[in-house]
């Protein structure tokens, strides 16, 4: 075998044509420069395929929680309140099959729903389901540790109302999904609803936001909304006709309280009322807030207004003598009193509540000029108070008037209006003449006044009102202790069908305290009381005067009506020795 | 010439170190900005909740309960109030 060196191999005598290696050089520089191309491509022009890949990993848009405004009475207490809460969510699919019995029934109990109900729901058909919704954060956490595949949990918000059924007629509430449904809430919906934002964000690996891009929509929490009720008055007043409304046995009753001094409505409340905490079974009755959204004829709480008219004209004076008789025909219709009176003055026709002497002082007016004072009163217009669903009343055109019209008017009938107009109208006896302006929310501002009668009527409508609830007067049940007030009754036969109703009734008190310098009107009305009597003076007064001495004390208004002091004998009373008395201990000073 | 060029290289290294370096700090101080972002939320839902609570115990209808089923407490009347003006 011949030796072949290295050097002499015979392939370096082969002479090989050049274009050989030129082809394979130029095969590699065209493989070069595909890769140069292909890199460019994926780095630079065609880039979006990758792009979307990786940012598909890393790059989330995520959502920026907004929170529902707050609902506050005047002194800043909570009215309604949003905390959040968890939505329990099942994706069936996801659920074992063979996921442990135990596992389920403890779930159910959590959730306080019946286990049957929890297996049904998590067989659904459905993607996903609602397992329940609004679970309190602690039962979340509780159900998380269950570790049970397949159930989520979201956040959501839950409205909560510690006042309850006191305040339900002002705040309202609102639905699962946080949208007001009733009250405030559903009033004022746009300016509470929180708008949630969203912002895109960098994440890496363990999950984590490292970088934040920029923000697609900012977050906007909803405006807190201050009211002017006081929710100590609010209850007080709520407690007041839930009592009223059970002594008697009546159909529901509805209580205003406002602050003349700057047209505050400070307590709305209506009985029967609901838990607007739980929304089962919330329907249309209940809901309302009657003393805004019902109208009834208010029946003699009406008389003081004509009368007014008739002193400011110069027509009769606080003690003119009237003859008053049995009865008095207009038209076809005899008026009659409840009880008959030979003659009474002016003063005596409103202490006493006398239908013929109001008519008598009535049919010397114009109709038109009568008509223009109710409607300066507010009667047959909708107040602004901005609530849903205030009413109007009805108040026809005086020129539709017949005689016998402006006599029932005159003693409220023939007309409507909610206790809401009534109370309001109320306020120009309080405040000297004016109608004052009123609202619903808190506010700084002196609030404007519209002059309807007289200064010097209104003083003297004042002495005639506190006479009604003097020995004599329709409503001696109204006196406050410490305080004087004033105030007129009213009862109403209901409307039923085309014509009255025989026993059915309203019974009505609006008046006003401290009568030295009056600060707040107060009106109660008891619709349909059933048992103990059915006057105004016998069923509303009470409440009034019980509404006024704990608002007046609550607003640190001082007595005007001489009180005998018992706190030096209870003392006494109670065999406190002496001593104990000393050193100004015994002064009981009012701790607001 | 060459020195120059060396030296630069060294610049441009450290430039582009500090920049990572300025990255990494900046994602570790956002993630705790984050952090620190989701505790205040949690904090502000603690605040409301506890708000909710403290109103919830101190609610008119509660006091009264208490007051006069507990107390064996009474509503105060201007009989028994001695009044005390502030000048």
């Known amino acids: 075998m011949a030796q072949i060196s290295f050097s002499s191999t015979p392939n370096l005598v082969l002479r090989l044509p050049m274009w050989r290696s030129r082809l394979v050089l130029f095969l590699m520089f065209v493989g070069f420069v595909a890769l140069v191309i292909r890199a460019m491509w994926v780095q630079g022009f065609g880039n979006s395929f990758y792009e979307e890949k990786g940012n598909k990993a890393t790059l989330r848009s995520i959502e920026m929680p907004a929170s529902r405004g707050k609902i506050l009475d005047r002194n800043g207490e909570v009215l309604a309140t949003s905390l959040l809460a968890k939505a329990i969510i099942a994706f069936p699919d996801a659920i074992p099959d063979d996921l442990p019995k135990e596992k389920v029934s403890e779930l159910a109990k959590l959730l306080e ?6 297996r049904k729901r998590m067989r659904s058909e459905r993607n996903q389901v609602f397992l329940k919704r609004q679970v309190d954060l602690e039962v979340a956490k509780q159900i998380r540790q269950l570790g049970i595949p397949g159930i989520a949990q979201n956040n ?7 006042e309850g059924e ?6 309202g509430f609102t639905n699962v999904e946080d949208k007001g449904q009733e009250g405030m809430e559903l009033a004022r919906e746009k300016d509470l609803v929180g708008q949630p934002g969203r912002r895109r964000v960098i994440q ?11 923000i697609i929509s900012p977050p906007r929490d909803g405006a807190d909304l201050q009211l002017s009720i006081d929710s100590k008055v609010q209850f007080l007043a709520y407690n007041e006709i839930k009592a009223v409304a059970e002594k008697h046995n009546a159909k529901g009753a509805g209580a205003v309280v406002l602050d003349v001094h700057t047209g505050e409505i400070l307590a709305l409340a209506n009985y029967p009322s ?23 004829e208010p029946g003699s709480t009406m008389k003081p207004f004509p009368i007014s008219l008739a002193l400011e004209k110069g027509l009769v004076q606080p003690n003119t003598q009237m003859a008053i008789g049995k009865s008095l025909v207009v038209g076809k219709k005899a008026i009659t009193d409840t009880h008959p009176y030979g003659s009474l003055t002016v003063a005596e026709v409103v202490q006493k509540s006398s239908n013929i002497g109001t008519v008598k002082m009535a049919m010397q007016l114009e109709a038109q000029e009568m008509w223009e004072l109710f409607q300066a009163l507010g009667f047959g217009q909708a107040p602004e108070i901005g609530f849903p669903g205030a009413v109007a009343g009805r108040l026809r055109p005086y020129k539709n008037w017949v005689p016998i019209d402006q006599a029932t008017m005159s003693y409220g009938y023939g007309l409507s209006a909610s206790l809401f107009q009534v109370a309001r109208a109320y306020s120009i006896f309080a405040r000297d003449g004016e109608l004052v302006s009123t609202t619903i929310y808190k506010t700084d501002q002196s ?4 002059r309807v009668i007289s200064a010097k009527t209104a003083i003297q409508m004042r002495e005639m009102l506190e006479m009604v609830t003097q020995t004599g007067g329709t409503a001696t049940g109204a006196q406050t202790m410490g305080y004087r007030v004033g105030g007129k009754t009213g009862t109403a036969h209901k409307v039923e069908g085309k014509g009255y109703a025989g026993n059915k009734y309203r019974g009505f008190f609006v008046g006003m305290a401290p009568m030295s310098a009056p600060r707040i009107v107060v009106a109660v009305m008891v619709d349909e009381p059933r048992s103990g009597g059915y006057y ?10 019980n509404i006024v001495a704990g608002t007046l004390r609550n607003m640190n208004v001082l007595p005007d009506a001489a009180i005998k002091q018992m706190v030096d004998q209870e003392f006494k009373s109670q065999n406190i020795k002496p001593a104990a008395l000393t050193g100004g201990n015994n002064k009981v000073a009012t701790t607001q | 010439m060459n020195r120059s060029i060396v030296i630069l290289m060294v610049v441009l290294m450290l ?8 990255q990494q700090k900046t994602r570790t101080l956002y993630v705790a900005l984050e952090r620190a972002q989701t505790e205040e939320r949690r904090l502000n839902q603690e605040w409301l909740r506890l708000e909710f609570e403290q109103r919830n115990l101190s609610k008119s209808a509660r006091i009264n309960e208490i007051a006069r089923k507990q107390l064996q407490m009474q509503a105060i009347n201007p009989a028994r109030t001695q009044y005390v003006t502030v000048d």
């Open chain 1, 536 to 545: 105004g003076g016998i069923v509303a007064a009470p409440a009034f005067s």
């Open chain 1, 166 to 171: 006191a305040m339900a007629h002002i705040v």
């Open chain 1, 447 to 450: 609030p404007k006044g519209v």
């Open chain 1, 204 to 214: 890496d690996r363990l999950g984590r936001y490292v970088e934040n891009l920029g």
């Open chain 1, 156 to 162: 959501e918000y839950r409205r909560l109302y510690p």
């Open chain 2, 15 to 22: 430039c582009a170190l500090s920049l990572v370096a300025a």
């Open chain 1, 113 to 118: 729903m019946p286990e049957a109900e929890v």
């Open chain 1, 274 to 296: 609901y838990n607007p905490n739980s929304r089962q079974n919330l329907s249309g009755e209940q809901l309302r807030n009657r003393v805004l959204t019902d109208t009834f």
